[in-house]
């Protein structure tokens, strides 16, 4: 497996969020991004997840809530990459596959998109 630190993986996540056109990101509305080590038992190789309410599905009732949350995960991550440029490019697919369900954009579209 590839060694990376939590705070070098942590940077590479910003730096990725970073590249994210300014136009986009403004549109982005009550969402955190967070870094853990590893995904839930039941799904192991899990490199992303969003768990919200997607702007696409926002009402009148959107009010109060807590923020959406977009985790990436660092142990599937290296696990699957042979280099530091695998992980910088699997990061930023991985991140823009996440914030694209912000957006309420869902797996097969992206799939069709390139960022499975």
Partial sequence: MLEM???????LVAEA???IPPELTRLMDNV???VEDEPPADDPELLGLYEGT???D???WYAGVLPDRITI???PTLRMCASREDVVAETEVTVVHEIA????IDD?????LGYG
Wanted: hydrophobic share 30%.
């Fill in 5 to 11: 630190t939590r705070e070098e993986f942590e940077e």
């Fill in 73 to 75: 995960y660092r142990g």
């Fill in 32 to 34: 955190a991004v967070f």
């Fill in 101 to 104: 369900h912000h957006f309420g």
């Fill in 17 to 19: 969020l970073d590249r």
């Fill in 108 to 112: 097969d579209r992206l799939h069709a």
């Fill in 58 to 60: 926002r009402g009148e």
């Fill in 54 to 56: 997607p702007l696409t």
